[in-house]
């Protein structure tokens, strides 16, 4: 009885001590950005305003907008537009002026936001991307808070009355309704409209918004700090507002009668590749397009059926087979199928796409006729379900992934990113529109460099680094039979080597792009677990993280304490520099970072105290210890069922160099019952290198 309750007393300690632990870590954004606001205010004590200064200034609240611009006033240098509720932070002014103090070429702004919560704490970040025309086409995402020239309003025509007009007493009641019912409540469609599609897009397209880019300029501004906090949650306002966009002067009839081409490598899946042309065949009705397969090496068998399947579509359509024996190389099949082809537009689709929504071929052809628009994805969905495999690919420092992976599209994530049409650095090759010439102009796949992995990345990236804008549309949706064509790479340790090799070959071709991506946020996470939009507090960890000394164990661990209860994720296991620099690291090494997460299956997560475990694999069975620092990880709770304080999983450690012998390391986690004398051990499949 007195062991029991000695017991429960200290479990009890240690899940309170956990609780506090996890409050503070909970609000992580909050103390994040009090303690970045600190260092930003710094560095602007530290700049010279001078030029910004002498920039005249006005802030003047949504429902005031119209009114305010159409009342022949004389106007500041600057007006500074913001949703009624809330607050400017401090420092948001001085950073207006000062963006446009430098440059004199940009006319439009904006800046990210975040929530004040009833208990004054600070949610909901909105970290916003750099200038994306197709995102602001399809929803207002400058959301609170955008600035822009007054001079500027002498090229557009942002109202239906003239500046004269506004002295009639009708007009001024008129106005001053409008005024009231906007304060009382919030804007209204008519008032939204105008700001979004009389004000905002016409300042936009007069500063050259959606026109090829001239290098990584981009022609409206955007300041990737926060510079409103609202009172309320974001609500976006919907592109349908806009009466007449820059897509509508393209009629969707002149999207369908574009011939495309759609390219599809295939070998030996003839099942596969009848139910995706079947599934084009049932769900295109309007749009004119040819099928070309490109084969690399079907058996006799398959390449008959094949050739029977396309003589069949030939009844009804326009189908050609390239048959080439080769060995697989994905760059190359698609570039003889776009050699082959007579359409002015292409589409690349792997053979384990399935369409079943009609008008999915002219949703793709509408976007990339614009002469802007560089590739053109769909997100893609896994087979029968409503789980996200492709909404648009992020570029952090490891390289490219798919962001909202394994997320259920039932959900509206991120400010409605799963939803509507956004602009990202990369699409998907398994869904891949873009112009002919487009595709010739930059030289097509490069089959030397990318034959089997990153091939699309690579093709998006100069496509972007040509000025154009790629887009994936996340209005309309394809399913994915992922990996029936070639499998798992990560499974297969020779093509693991390949995929690493092809990944650094994509980092060291694009070295403007390593760990940078103008429609990913500087300050969303750079960890590629993590597939939803979390603020990246790592960055502050590493700023402020003690390096600590590894300990050698004096004792073999007993094989008893090996069990697959714990589980360990680890994420990363590297140099610092190499997390930092990638490819382009020197040889001045800062010392060895290692990432991930832990957890004990079925038990109470709080009492165990975690060291990582090192094993020497020189035939020494040395092992060395390190603590570690717990992080907040509710992706990984998110996903548990049956373990109990499981928010805490995450692990940090970073040790200097030279406190380990040279050598290739197992990681390891140990985890320690401090209520009992129970010890796990387990072991995962990642290897430290120490130099």
């Known amino acids: ?388 495999q492709h909404a648009g690919v992020v570029n952090v420092r490891v390289g490219p992934y798919h962001k909202l992976q394994y997320c259920s599209n039932a959900e509206e994530h991120y400010f409605g990113f799963n939803k509507g049409v956004r602009n990202v650095l990369a699409v998907t090759g398994a869904c891949l529109m873009v112009r002919k010439s487009l595709f010739d102009e930059v030289g097509g796949f490069d089959a030397e460099h990318f034959a089997v992995a990153f091939n699309d990345i690579d093709l998006c990236y100069r496509i972007y680094e040509k000025g154009y804008y790629n887009v994936v549309r996340n209005n309309m949706y394809l399913y994915h039979h992922e990996s029936l064509s070639r499998g798992d790479d990560r499974k297969d340790e020779v093509k693991s080597l390949r995929l690493s090799r092809e990944q650094r070959a994509l980092l060291l071709a694009h070295p403007a792009l390593f760990g940078k991506d103008p429609f990913y946020h500087k300050y969303l996470t750079q960890n590629p677990v993590q597939t939803r939009f979390v603020v990246d507090i790592e960055e502050e960890y590493l700023k402020n993280l003690t390096f600590v000394t590894p300990r050698q164990l004096k004792k073999a661990l007993p094989q008893a304490w090996t069990d697959a209860c714990l589980r360990l994720g680890v994420e990363y296991a590297n140099s610092l520099a190499e997390w930092y620099d990638g490819p382009f690291a020197g040889d001045d090494d800062k010392g060895y970072y290692l990432k991930g997460y832990s957890f004990v299956i079925g038990a109470d997560n709080a009492v165990y105290d975690r060291e990582l475990l090192l094993k020497a694999q020189d035939g020494t069975g040395n092992v060395y210890a390190l603590p570690v620092m717990s992080t907040y990880r509710p992706d990984i709770a998110a996903n548990l069922t049956d373990q109990i304080n499981d928010e805490l999983t995450g692990f940090f450690a970073m040790m200097r160099e030279g406190l380990i012998p040279a050598g290739r390391y197992l990681v390891g986690m140990l985890c320690a019952d401090r209520t009992s004398r129970q010890r796990i051990v387990n072991w995962s499949d990642v290897y430290l290198q120490v130099r």
């Not at 919907?238 to 490598?265: E, F, N, W």
């Not at 059926?305 to 080439?324: D, F, K, M, P, T």
């Open 1 to 388: 009885m007195i062991k029991q309750k000695i017991k429960q007393f200290l479990v009890d300690r240690r899940d309170e001590q956990y609780r506090r632990e996890l409050r503070e870590k909970r609000t992580a954004y909050h103390n994040w950005y009090r303690y970045h606001k600190q260092e930003l205010t710094k560095e602007l004590r530290a700049a010279d305003h001078a030029a910004g200064q002498s920039l005249s200034l006005e802030v003047v609240r949504y429902s005031h907008l119209k009114k305010y611009i159409l009342s022949g006033k004389t106007m500041p240098d600057i007006i500074v537009a913001c949703d009624d509720q809330g607050t400017l932070t401090d420092y948001a002014q001085t950073m207006i002026r000062d963006f446009f103090a430098e440059n004199r070429e940009s006319s439009l702004v904006y800046g990210d936001e975040d929530r004040v919560d009833e208990s004054g704490e600070l949610q909901d970040p909105w970290f916003k991307s750099d200038w994306a025309p197709d995102t602001f086409l399809s929803t207002f995402y400058f959301g609170s808070v955008f600035a822009f020239r007054s001079a500027a309003l002498g090229m557009i025509n942002p109202g239906e009355r003239r500046a004269a007009d506004i002295e009639s007493q009708a007009a001024m009641r008129e106005d001053d309704d409008e005024e009231r019912a906007s304060a009382a409540n919030e804007p209204d469609d008519g008032l939204r409209a105008w700001i979004y599609g009389q004000l905002c897009l016409k300042l936009a397209q007069a500063d050259g918004g959606f026109s090829v880019r001239n290098g990584n300029r981009f022609p409206i501004g955007h300041i990737p700090e926060i510079l409103f906090h609202r009172s309320r949650p974001a609500e976006s306002w919907d592109g349908h507002l806009i009466k007449d966009s820059l897509t509508r002067r393209y009629s969707s009839d002149s999207a369908a009668m574009r011939m495309v081409s759609i390219v599809i490598p295939s070998k030996d899946n003839p099942e596969v590749l009848e139910n995706c042309i079947r599934s084009i065949e049932k769900c295109t009705e309007t749009a004119p397009y040819e099928i070309i397969v490109v084969d690399n090496g079907s058996s006799p068998e398959n390449r008959r059926r094949v050739e029977e399947l396309l003589q069949r579509h030939n009844e009804i359509g326009s189908a050609r087979y390239l048959y080439e024996p080769m060995e697989f190389n994905f760059s190359r099949m698609c570039n003889l199928g776009a050699a082959a082809a007579d359409g002015e537009l292409l589409l690349f689709l792997n053979d384990d796409i399935e369409v079943r929504k009609n008008g999915w071929l002219s949703y793709l052809s509408e976007k990339a006729k614009l002469p802007y628009v560089g590739a053109v994805g769909m997100k893609l969905l896994y087979p029968n379900s409503d789980i996200i």
